[in-house]
């Protein structure tokens, strides 16, 4: 099956940018316009459009509202949202307002009653991203780390009607260093829900590794990958991935 490339777009003060490791105070500025970022990742061929809120992560509402905005109404693809949407108002407004589906992270380790509320109210609409510090789960931007492990988590929510489970390990965010294979499978090996990954993608060495890896699963499936900074910083081609994860 095709795994799906999604290009990651980071808001932070209205800008796109990329952290290393999640940390707010490393963030590289790599566009001043979200709006023309989304249509040159459309021009490039991509499908969907992976959108973080990083300053409604830590704030715990949405906070970059224009940028999203914006996005949408340079694109026609479909994009996925996460960062501050902890509530069912918040939830609804956005995938009222053209976003696809959204993405529900600290608010799903905290809530899950609302995961399930959200899931059922907008049939596949509902991702839930588990971020992951050392195999447990964190939160609030990743500023905490609780002690749960990421694979319980996304046990609670195997009757839940999730769309996709996004596993990012934290350690590898942002680092080029390639993504942690081994957590990924493992957690789509246990649960039936699919998995996007994301954390580390820095060559093509490392896209073909998870093609791969995902192509040999007995049980579970792999989704699709989010690519950031390889991307941004031209370490990777669009149309290259996009070809090899059609295969």
Not at 133 to 158: H, I, M, N, Q
Not at 190 to 197: L, N, Y
Request: hydrophobic share 50%; aromatic share 4%.
């Amino acid at each position: 099956m095709a795994l799906t490339l999604y290009p990651a777009i980071d808001l932070k003060d209205g800008a796109c940018v990329r952290l290393r490791r999640g940390e707010m105070d490393d963030a590289t500025v790599y566009s001043a316009d979200p709006g023309a970022q989304a249509r040159a990742w459309q021009a490039s061929g991509c499908a969907w459009l992976h959108v973080v809120d990083l300053n409604g992560a830590f704030a715990g509402r949405s906070m970059n509202g224009d940028a999203v905005r914006a996005i949408l109404a340079n694109v026609s693809i479909p994009v996925q949202l996460g960062g501050g949407i902890r509530d069912m108002a918040g939830i609804a407004a956005w995938l009222e307002g053209g976003i696809s589906r959204v993405i529900l992270g600290s608010a799903a380790a905290k809530n899950p009653a609302l995961v399930r509320e959200a899931c059922a109210a907008f049939p596949g609409r509902v991702a839930v991203g588990i971020d992951a510090r050392d195999g447990y789960v964190a939160t609030e931007g990743w500023a905490e780390t609780s002690s749960l492990p990421a694979v319980e988590l996304a046990l609670k929510f195997e009757d839940a009607g999730v769309a996709a489970i996004i596993f990012t390990d934290i350690g590898r965010d942002g680092m080029l260093g390639g993504l942690n294979l081994d957590q990924t499978m493992d957690l789509a090996a246990r649960i039936s829900t699919p998995v996007i990954a994301s954390g580390g993608v820095g060559s093509m060495d490392d896209i073909l590794a998870l093609r791969d890896r995902a192509a040999g699963l007995v049980q579970g499936r792999i989704d699709g990958v989010i690519v950031g900074r390889a991307l941004y910083d031209g370490r990777v081609d669009p149309a290259e991935i996009l070809r090899s994860l059609a295969t």
